[in-house]
T-cell receptor
Framework: AQRVTQPEKLLSVFKGAPVELKCNYS??????LFWYVQYSRQRLQLLLR??SRESIKGFTADLNKGETSFHLKKPFAQEEDSAMYYC?????????????FGTGTQLKVEL | DTAVSQTPKYLVTQMGNDKSIKCEQN?????MYWYKQDSKKFLKIMFS???????INETVPNRFSPKSPDKAHLNLHINSLELGDSAVYFC??????????????FGPGTRLTVL
């Protein structure tokens, strides 16, 4: 069965420090991976997806099939990056798309 | 011009009651979803509907019954509420269900507290 693992519940960094939020997945098929972010009191929103190979708000994530990882990185953390980050894997079931989320990592950027 | 909206935002009720949460999307999407976020912030899919038809049901107790009157609405009715139903419920929508990388757009969530 597919699974997404985010080993860190909480990650605390200082402003300006590099950030790496870890995500590992297990899936027998070809994975499609996403990072979603939830800022305080706001709705969950898409941050980026691996297929786009884009950088959003300075964040990037590279799919490493050998290590089955999709870590989220940013070279210099900013205070406004403080939020809950979810890694997610989408699979196409017999009926439709299904997003499987990791348990989330709370990022706290301190001054 | 909110894309995905949910009502109510907060719902506090007694054990044993029946309650409904409504969801509407104005994005013209064909597929809608319900997710549950528990107290540990773990998000898990509950249901998915495509064009008013149930396509995903993730072993949710049958006290939970989704209803889709049209493809822009997906309501969640919960019978005989239990303490363990306390959570934040998120509605989401996406363009289709056959596109593997389709982005899902989430509503603001409904915080349900069962006393």
């Amino acid at each position: 069965a597919q699974r997404v693992t985010q080993p860190e519940k909480l990650l605390s960094v200082f402003k300006g420090a590099p950030v790496e939020l870890k995500c590992n997945y297990s899936y027998s098929g070809s994975p499609e991976l996403f990072w979603y972010v939830q800022y305080s009191r706001q709705r969950l929103q898409l941050l980026l997806r691996h297929i786009s190979r884009e950088s959003i708000k300075g964040f990037t994530a590279d799919l490493n099939k050998g290590e089955t990882s999709f870590h989220l990185k940013k070279p210099f953390a900013q205070e406004e990056d403080s939020a809950m980050y979810y890694c997610a894997l989408i699979i196409l079931t017999g009926g439709g798309n299904k997003l499987t989320f990791g348990t989330g990592t709370q990022l706290k950027v301190e001054l | 011009d909110t894309a995905v909206s949910q009502t109510p935002k907060y719902l506090v009720t007694q054990m044993g009651n029946d309650k409904s949460i409504k969801c509407e999307q104005n994005l013209g999407h064909d597929t809608m979803y319900w997710y549950k976020q528990d107290s540990k912030k773990f998000l898990k899919i509950m249901f998915s509907y495509n064009n008013k038809e149930l396509i995903i049901n993730e072993t949710v107790p049958n006290r939970f019954s989704p209803k889709s009157p049209d493809k822009a609405h997906l309501n969640l009715h919960i019978n005989s509420l239990e303490l363990g139903d306390s959570a934040v419920y998120f509605c989401a929508s996406s363009r289709g269900q056959g596109v593997n990388t389709d982005t899902q757009y989430f509503g603001p969530g409904t915080r349900l507290t069962v006393l």
